[in-house]
């Protein structure tokens, strides 16, 4: 698979990695262990070097999953997880609904990524995201507690995850940020007003995490779909019966695109991310061989300046219904 470098740092990665989270959070129960560790090597056989996961994921038990999943390809692949949240082994199965008070105190970060290195089994996480923005916390002391990790060596490098530009500004300014991780995709495109133009000055990757709106891209649901109440997506505006009716326009246009380059929606949808900026790196997630696989295929396709101008103007047109995050979640967005 190609590679890309997120930003102006040296931080070099497939230019698709794997979203982990799914595995044993928010999607329901969790998948079967042996399966997940199956498919982590099939993607690194497959030339995927990028694994996110993150300490809340479970929590806990998604860090020990790739850890031991991955330990047979130190120094192939990169990891990156995130803290920011006080934690207890009791959270909420849902996931995201049940989530913990935020914590990105610095000794609260200090104890966070000692815990990781044991659970991922390494001496140095790669990329570290403080998951969300901590408001009793000022981003610079966040940003400064990061930094001595890295002087310790037991960080390589920082990012942030849903961030607004100033607290980016403020954080780059204290230790240089290699990535921030926000929601991104043809159905979410809030980052492309104020945060893309600011990490493309700055020199700063971006990690669309949901890149296929967890799911929805890929035209496998409509209006008949239904969550199980342990489906995190059981909580979302955006996938109401009548939401997931109208948002269907977005799907006929993917279907239009990629049944004339002989691809999937999804393909189109990755592809059409990949297009927008060399610094961008999707992170779709999956529990299922062919999907991996499916996804994988979106890095081999080329979209033409006319494909993308068809996108844009076509999907111009389009208005996309129902929140991407109940009030609460969204709050904590874009701070």
Not at 240 to 262: D, G, M, S, V
Request: net charge positive; aromatic share 6%; proline share 6%.
């Amino acid at each position: 698979m190609q590679k890309r470098k997120l930003g102006s740092s040296n931080f070099e990665v497939s230019a698709l990695g794997l979203g982990c989270m799914g595995m044993t959070f928010s999607y329901g129960p969790a998948a079967d262990k042996q399966e997940m560790i199956a498919l982590f090597r099939a993607a690194v056989d497959r030339g995927v070097t990028f694994f996110d996961t993150a300490e809340v994921y479970g929590p806990f038990n998604n860090e020990e999953l790739v850890g031991e999943a991955l330990a047979p390809f130190r120094g192939q692949v990169v990891i990156a997880t995130k803290f920011g949240f006080n934690l207890s082994p009791h959270l909420d199965p849902r996931g995201m609904q049940g989530l913990p008070g935020l914590n990105s105190r610095p000794k609260q970060i200090k104890q966070a990524v000692d815990g990781s290195l044991k659970r991922l089994r390494v001496a140095t996480i790669d990329l570290l995201y403080q998951h969300r923005v901590d408001p009793n916390v000022p981003i610079e002391d966040v940003a400064g507690a990061v930094k001595e990790l890295i002087q310790q060596g037991k960080v390589k490098h920082f990012g942030l995850s849903e961030a607004g530009v100033q607290t980016i500004r403020r954080a780059h300014a204290v230790q240089p940020l290699t990535a921030l991780q926000s929601e991104y995709s043809l159905w979410t495109r809030t980052p492309e007003t104020e945060v893309i133009p600011t990490l493309e000055e700055l020199g700063i990757g971006l990690v669309p995490y949901s890149p296929l709106g967890k799911g929805f891209l890929t035209g496998k649901m409509d209006e008949k779909t239904t969550f199980a109440k342990s489906d995190f997506r059981s909580t979302l505006p955006r996938f109401t019966p009548e939401a997931l009716k109208a948002n269907q326009a977005l799907i006929a246009l993917l279907e239009t695109i990629a049944a004339r380059k002989n691809a999937t929606p999804a393909q189109i949808a990755l592809a059409w991310l990949l297009a927008q900026k060399p610094w961008i790196v999707p992170i779709p997630g999956t529990t299922k061989l062919h999907r991996l696989e499916e996804n994988i295929g979106a890095a081999a396709l080329t979209l033409t300046a006319d494909d993308l101008r068809e996108i844009e103007g076509a999907a111009a047109k389009i208005t996309v219904h129902g929140a991407r995050y109940p009030e609460h979640l969204e709050r904590l967005t874009g701070r």
